[in-house]
């Protein structure tokens, strides 16, 4: 019955015979070994690697959705199922969006990890230089930056008349100063 035990010499044309809402824990440790295992794929440098994290992670959560839905039940149609015996139509529903974005998902890492292919002969993700340029910063332990900030320059009053403001729609030539009307002195 969808993930729930059903007691031993229990009816499944009743109800509620035999329907326990207590998880089975094959159920629960399917759930922990799709995630474990698809978030040490997704950690890993090959696109089809990561690719099958994704569809992993993704089935992890249909199952966690359907193991946490409640117990199993008869269609949700009002008029040809009773109230009593109805499955949850909301967890349905999520476990399809989930489907339909994994699905999603999955094609787009695909079509990567064919693009790279193509490109490359691999399907693995490189540094790029940005990377390897903090990563020889940090071997030199070198700071990243220089903060003048922080450094007594002057005062703000000795500093403020050399500033000038970028953001000015007046140009070097144009000296003119504008009214606040809007006119221009001459």
């Known amino acids: 019955m969808s993930g729930y035990l059903l007691a031993a010499g229990g009816d499944p044309a009743t109800p509620d015979a035999g329907l326990s809402m207590t998880p089975s824990l094959a159920l629960v440790l399917a759930i922990g070994v799709l995630f474990t295992t698809g978030v040490y794929l997704l950690l890993e440098r090959s696109l089809t690697r990561v690719l099958i994290g ?3 992670i993704g089935n992890g959560a249909n199952l966690l959705l359907l193991v946490a839905g409640g117990r ?11 109230v009593e015996q109805m499955s949850d139509p909301l967890v349905q529903a999520m476990v399809l969006t989930a489907i339909v974005i994994t699905l999603g998902l999955t094609a787009f890492v695909l079509s990567m990890a064919y693009r790279s292919w193509q490109l490359h002969g691999h399907d693995e993700v490189q540094d790029d230089l940005e990377d390897r340029r903090i990563a020889r910063i940090a071997a030199a332990n070198q700071p990243s930056y220089e903060d003048t900030d922080t450094e007594e320059s002057g005062s703000l009053d000795t500093e403020a008349p050399t500033v000038r403001d970028e953001t000015s729609t007046l140009g070097r030539d144009d000296r003119r100063r504008r009214h606040p009307d809007g006119g221009r002195d001459e």
């Open 54 to 56: 994704f569809i992993l």
């Open 72 to 82: 199993a039940g008869g269609a949700p149609i009002v008029g040809i199922t009773p």
